[in-house]
């Protein structure tokens, strides 16, 4: 299942506005997954992310996992990702 980020809430698009970086950001992401090649989606930096891990057992941005920038905020912050077309990739 996609998930989103914002202290531990999964299932919307969430906010990673308290990473100071984009890297860190990554690596909140990464460590709130938990599934291999799971999705990711979040807002950081007024942009839009969608991070894949290939590994869900890492805890930090690691060869392997990609992310895709959305310029802006196409998926507002709280939107869920369901039935978005996130959910069946």
Do not use: W
Request: glycine share 14%.
């Amino acid at each position: 299942m996609p998930a989103c980020l914002d202290s531990g809430n999964k299932g919307g698009c969430r906010t990673l506005t308290a990473q100071a970086s984009l890297d860190a950001a990554f690596d909140a992401a990464a460590l709130g997954n938990s599934v291999n090649n799971g999705l990711v989606v979040f807002i950081h930096g007024g942009n839009t992310y969608a991070y894949v891990e290939a590994t869900g057992a890492n805890a930090s941005y690691t060869a392997g996992d990609f992310a895709v920038k959305l310029v802006g905020t196409p998926i507002a912050a709280d939107t869920a990702l369901a039935g978005l077309g996130f959910d069946a990739v």
